[in-house]
Each structure stands twice: as C-alpha cells, then as structure tokens.
C-alpha cells in the first residue's frame, strides 16, 4: 500500500516536473516533440542503457505473469469511508489508466458482501430445484461437458457513482465510475440448465443463491433467464479470480451487478419474487415524494470520459491531444457518443473503435488540437433503443438526491491551463 | 482451583495435563478458514490494526487486555491484571466459550463449538506469534519425525477426491443427462429462503424478551444496544418519517417493506461472520425483538411464530412501486439530441470536487459525503 502511494506520488511528481520543465524550455522544445532534447543529443539514445548491455531475466521468473513494475500504480483502490468493514465494501477499477474494452482480470472491481469465499472447484455444487420436473445437482464436471459460450459483457454495480447524486464530489473516474468492468465469460447458457431440469409452466421467478458467508440472493424473472444469463467459470480465458466468484458465477447482462450472484450455488424456480434484503432495503431507489422503485434492472445508458481525467491531467502541454472514454448501456450497443469541450455548449460526434457488442463496453475517441486553454469536457452517449444519457441535473430533476442507485448523469471535467483535472458540475 | 496459570511453567504442565488435543495437531490452513469467523472483528497479519476487537499478532504471550491502543471491558482489564497471560491453554478455554471465563467481556462471540477448530485456529494465530514457542512447542522428537511423513501425506491428502457418497444417485433425465437427482434432504439443507407471502417459514416461536438477550449477545456490537449501529454498520431502527429528509435514515422501521427479510436475512447471513449459528426459535426472537426496536409492537411478552408471522405488516410496505424511469422525462420526450448552441452563454462552474476533498490519497480522508450501502 505505502509502495503504491510512492509510485503513485514519484510519478506526479516526475510528471509534473518534466511538465513545468518542458513548459519553461518554451515553445521550441515542445514543438521538436520532447522535453528533454539537448544539443549533444538525448542521452538516452547517445548513451548506452543498462538494459540494452545487460542480460535481463529469463523464462519462469514469474510463472505467472505480472505488469512491468513501471505499471504499479494500475490498481484498484477503496474509499475507505464508504462502508463500515473491507470484507462488506467495494474498490473502484484504474478506468483512467486502461484502453480498449476489455478489463485485465486483476483490476476489476470488487464487491464483497461477506468476503471472498474461497471454493475448492471438487467441493462446488450447483442446484435447481422449486417448480421443476426433476431437481439436480451439478458437479463443476458435469458443467463443463454443457455446449459452452463466449460472451462480452460490462458488469457495472447500481451503485456506481451513487456518491456523486449531491454534486461532484470524488475527485477520479477510478471513483466516479470505477464500479465497473468488462471482460469475455466463458460460460454455460442458464436456458440449458433450466431445461435439463425442466421448469414447469407455473415457474416465472429464479432465485439465484451465492455460496459465500452473506448467502447472496435476488430474484430474477424467468424471461431473463431463458434469454442471455450466462453460468460463467472463465473470465478472459481463464479460470473466475476468487474476489468474482471462482468457481463459478451468474451473468445477467446488462443488469445491475448485484444480480450477477458470485459463488453461484442454487437455482430456485418459484412463482413469485422473494423480496431479498438485496432487492428491498438495498438496489432500491428512494425518490423524492418517498415511493421507492423496485426492480430497477437495468443499467441505463451512460459514458465518461476516461483520460482527461482527474488521475490522468494532461502533461504534454498544447498540441494533439486525445480525448478517450467508455460507453455502454444495458438494453443493447451504443450507437453514438458525442463530446463537448465547452460544458455542453457545442458538442462533436466522437469516433467509436474497436467491437461494438450488446451489454459491452464501448471505446470512443475525440482527437483534437488544443490551444492549451481550459476545457469543460463531456460526453454523451446514445445506445441501439435510441436512449439519450441525461445530465446530473435532469436525474435530480425527476428522481431528487437520495436514489444513490442508477446514477447514470453526464461527467464534467474542467481542465484547466496547467493540464489539471477536476471533477465539477456546470450550469 | 488456581484460574490462571501465572507462569510459564504452569502453562506447560496445564498444558501437559490439558486432556484435549495438543497445539502441535493444529493445521495452519484450516484455521485459517476457522478465522474467517473471527475476521469480522479482528485482524491479524502484516499492518493489522484494531477492528471491533484488538489485533491479534502476537496474542500468544500477551497479557489478557494488554493490546496497546485497544478499548478492552473491564472484565478483560481485570483478568490481565490477576495474572491472565494468553497461550494455548487459557486461549482455549477462552474460545470455548468467551462469556463463561472472563465474565462481562466485549467479545460477542458465542464460542466456538469444535475442540478440532480451536486448535487449528491456536495453531494459525501461533504463526502470527513470536512469543509463544517455548511454552508449548512438541516434543523435539515428534517434530523430527512428523516432518517426511507429513509431507508425503499432505500432498495427497489435498488432491483427494470427495468421497463417494453412500446413497443411491439417480441420473439427471435431461436432454444431455448431466447432473443427478437432489436428494430432498439436500434441497431441506439450502433452500432457506422466506417469501413475504411466508412460504419457506419453519416451524418456530420467540418472543421480544427472548430475543432481547440474543441481540445483546449477537447484534449489538455492530448494531448498538438499541438498533442505532456502530460506525458504518447499518441502522436497524428508527428513522421513521426521515424519507423526505435530506439524509433518511432507512431502517426496517422506517424503509424495509416486508418483515420476511428480516428473518430471511438473519437466518442466511448473520450474525455477520458467523452465518447460520441461530436457531430458527433465535431468529423469530430477533425479529420480534427488531418489531419492538421499531416501535411496531410495543409488548415485550409478544410472540411472533410461524403461525402469527403473515399478519405482521411493516409501515412502509405501500410506497414500493414499479420500475418507470423510461417515463421520466428526459427518456420520455426521445428525438435527438442538440449539437449546436445548446446553451445560452459560456458555461458556468456550479460545483467542484476539490472543495468537498473527500477523495482518497488527498488530505480529507475522514470527511465522508454520503455513502453507498
């Protein structure tokens, strides 16, 4: 912990001092593209490197293998304040660092009811029983012999940006928006599984149960079921990491996270909800006449841009800048982003790259030229239903500053001359 | 009878004597897993701090309450001052049963039930201890020759499969045939799960009074004496009428829509840490106990069971309501969204993250703006 912060602060530091000594060397030496150049020449190119001498180390130092030890600061970090006990809280994935669509394993988010319950995969057991013709148990074995899937698919927590409903308030995408993640499950289709047990016709509810101490539960209606749940034990080739799951979790794409039960045990069929802690006194959204709603699902269609952002200023001074970001939405692909750098005055279409996949996140560009003047950054997204993301204001507008949940408003970030990043809100 | 042992060397003849396993059979890792039930309130290991309870490094060789910086009761006080030092022994008599040795501790943990889990969990504590090893440590022999036999037997013994079950296993009669039947004591074993409409309800009574003392016991810790919480934990009670407020306060009382969760919930996952250790005669006590927290019985001879249970209503059951956000506004009103001159003038800052400085690695760390849970 106290060698990350070190890191993290050696580098601002690094960065920031090469940004100010870049800015004082003037406009020249940013115009010839670095800030270190010297008239005998770079010494990092005239004079020869250790590493380019020296032998480095061979196969199977590490035969797992770990990020350069330049990367240490990509890590998942906590607001320790948020909740009363780390083995009941959550961390927030590095956005700010990433690119592309794909979450490495080892960054996203957790969020643990009660601990990371550990499983050997001989000792897991799935069941179904409640309205079906036959209840069964099923060994981790007789799950890897159903016809298998590869999917994409963004799991974001309800929660994320819960902190944010009564202004701008966490200084970080990490922890605007870290609550979330994208990676390609290799799983069992739960249609498969209910059919082999054979649903009666009176079954509309499934409860999912986790094996882990808080017996994670929620009820979710057969149609969802029967239509893209996933029972996943790979993540991005590999086996679930034991803080997702390990060995086996629910995907319900597109769905709040919390529903995506971990350590997936058993599988009731009913004919009726079965109002759970986790769909009643929490994943509900309190408004401000007092109703609550239930059953709030889905995850709306959202964006925000990733660098600028506050963990990740603009260093290089004026000139090519590329401004990067997510979106996704839980009703399907996102069809387009647009980007302002006015606060919302003007807006631009931004360039989406990479695969554009249902219930995935998407990566979208904006390439500009900045004349190093300050930026009101923004963007917004629309998905495949046609569904604009909203601003802060019109949510607090229709739901009030107590939802915590759902929280899908556009991100402002104001960059300032310096390069400086700051999360605000804007008129 | 001498309570304590006052020296090492009456620790090693208690321990001699000590008719129970002996430390030297504990397993490391499997009181390892034995710990998770204690890790809710107490850490151990590298930079563990004080949680609800004191850090436990080097607990073998401390004196009872000894843990600088931590709030002990003071029973707890007491006992280190009449001579209470901690190792195999006294731990073990501690872990039994917590309550019945030292009188009035703050521990709420009812103890732990098999003598196998206390010294596996002594044998993994011992490894986060330095001071232990002279008074208790096995026979010199002993360990010389455990050591290649207990490393041809530990690898095997891990990769053993499950034993076969001694039951007759009917196949699955699925289209691809996999999986086997659940037997019904199985499905008896997990399904645990109460409706609001009281399916799943087993068979079962407590009063307010009885459930008094279990919360005491169980509860409080976390939740104070009276359902207002301890620290970030969460609030049980009160909160009525604060929904409409600024910060509501959403509590079974005052927010939760149906009583079934709460024994639903109790029975599955607390008390936290130590899951599924109440009867259902407990649970039924500590919802009624939960009713009367709430103000929604006011008799503490009242009786909540699985007979009277679905009468029980909670006051905010009427304002749950649908999922309509596609109605809202700015979702409702659809066409596209404007590119040009969508704001009258320069755009003006209204708020700023770095005036309310509460995002880690800054200096306001303590500061909290409201959470999530």
């Given amino acids: ?386 569904l604009v993301q909203p601003t802060k204001n019109e949510l607090r507008a229709a739901r009030g500053e107590n939802s915590i949940y759902h929280n899908n408003g556009i991100q402002t970030w104001h960059v300032n001359n310096d390069g400086v990043v700051e999360n605000v809100e804007v008129s | 009878m001498l309570k304590f042992p006052k020296s090492a060397a009456l620790a090693v003849l208690a321990m001699t004597a000590f008719a129970g396993p002996s430390l030297a059979d504990g397993d490391v890792a499997a009181g390892k897993k034995v710990f998770k039930k204690c890790a809710a309130c107490h850490a151990v290991g590298d930079g563990a701090k004080h949680k609800v309870g004191p850090e436990l490094n080097d607990v073998f060789g401390r004196t009872a309450g000894g843990a600088e910086g931590y709030k002990y009761s003071k029973a707890m006080i007491a006992a280190g001052e009449e001579g209470l030092v901690w190792d195999a022994d006294s731990l073990t008599e501690y872990l039994t049963k917590p309550k019945a040795m030292i009188k009035g501790t703050k521990m709420a943990f009812a103890g732990l039930k098999k003598d196998k889990d206390i010294v596996n969990i002594l044998a993994y504590l011992e490894s986060f201890s330095t001071a232990q090893a002279a008074a208790v440590e096995p026979a010199p022999e002993t360990a010389k020759e455990a050591e290649p036999v207990e490393t041809a037997a530990a690898a095997p013994a891990a990769e053993e499969p499950a034993p076969e079950m001694a039951m007759a296993v009917e196949a699955s009669q699925g289209a691809y045939g996999l999986g086997r039947k659940a037997m019904p004591d199985e499905v008896e074993a997990w399904d645990i799960d109460i409706r609001p409409d009281g399916t799943g309800l087993p068979d079962g009574k407590g009063t307010v009074a009885q459930g008094d003392p279990i919360y005491a016991e169980n509860c409080a810790v976390c939740h104070g004496d009276f359902g207002e919480g301890a620290g970030r934990w969460p609030v049980l009670a009160g909160g009525q009428g604060t929904l409409l407020k600024e910060r509501p306060v959403k509590t079974i009382g005052s927010y939760w829509p149906y009583l079934s969760t709460v024994f639903d919930y109790v029975r599955r996952a607390m008390p936290f840490g130590n899951a599924r250790s109440l009867s259902d005669d407990d649970v039924y ?46 979702y409702a009103k659809g066409g596209e969204p404007c590119m040009t001159d969508c704001k009258p003038g320069p755009v003006q800052i209204t708020a700023r993250a770095q005036v309310i400085d509460v995002t880690p690695d800054g200096e306001g760390d303590e500061n909290s703006g409201g959470g999530i849970d």
């Fill in chain 1, 1 to 386: 912990m106290v060698d990350r912060t070190d890191t993290k602060q050696d580098r601002q530091t690094a960065s920031r001092r090469s940004f100010l000594k870049a800015g004082l060397m003037g406009g020249a030496a940013v115009a010839a593209g670095t800030g270190v150049a010297r008239a005998a020449g770079d010494p990092l190119i005239t004079e020869i490197q250790d590493w380019n001498r020296y032998l480095g180390e061979g196969v199977d130092v590490a035969p797992y293998g770990k990020p350069s030890e330049f990367e240490a600061d990509v890590v998942r970090r906590s607001v320790p304040w948020l909740t009363a006990d780390p083995v009941s809280s959550i961390n927030f994935t590095p956005l700010h660092e990433l690119d592309g669509i794909i979450t490495p394993n080892g960054l996203c988010f957790e969020r643990h009811h009660g601990g990371t319950a550990t499983i050997a995969p001989a000792d897991h057991r799935l069941m179904i029983h409640g309205l079906v013709d036959t209840p069964l148990v099923f060994t981790m074995e007789d799950l890897k012999r159903f016809p298998r899937e590869n999917r994409v698919y963004f799991l974001e927590c309800a929660a994320n940006g819960g902190m944010e409903w009564r202004g701008s308030q966490l200084n970080g995408c990490q922890f605007t928006h870290g609550m979330i993640h994208c990676v390609v499950y290799t799983g069992v289709p739960l249609r498969y599984l209910l059919e082999e047990a054979g649903v009666k016709t009176s079954g509309k509810w499934l409860l999912a149960e986790g094996a882990d101490a808080s017996a994670m539960t929620r009820s979710i209606p057969m149609e969802k079921a029967l239509d893209d749940c996933l029972v996943a034990f790979k993540m991005n080739g590999e086996a679930l990491r034991p803080e997702q799951g390990y060995p086996l979790r629910l995907c319900v794409p597109g769905w709040e996270g919390n529903m995506w039960v971990k350590w997936l045990r058993r599988l009731e069929i009913g004919d009726a909800p079965w109002a759970q802690r986790e769909e009643t006194s929490k994943y509900t959204d309190l408004l401000a006449d007092g109703k609550a709603r239930r059953h709030t699902w889905v995850m709306d269609v959202k964006s925000v841009i990733t660098s600028p952002s506050p963990q990740a200023p603009v260093t290089h001074g004026k000139g090519p800048l590329v401004i990067t970001g997510l979106a996704w939405s839980g009703s399907g692909t996102i069809s387009r982003v647009d980007v302002t750098i006015d606060g919302g005055r003007t807006w631009q279409t931004a360039r989406i790259d990479g695969p554009s996949l249902p219930k995935a996140l998407h990566r979208f560009y904006l390439d500009i030229n900045w004349d190093g003047s300050e930026l009101l950054l923004q963007s917004r997204a629309i998905d495949d239903q046609g």
């Fill in chain 2, 285 to 330: 006590a500590l919802t009624a106990y939960m009713m009367y927290l709430n103000d929604i019985v006011e008799d503490e001879e009242f009786e909540l069971s699985k007979e009277n249970f679905t009468e029980m209503r909670l006051p905010n059951e009427a304002n749950f309501m649908a999922d309509d956000r596609l109605s809202e506004p700015h």
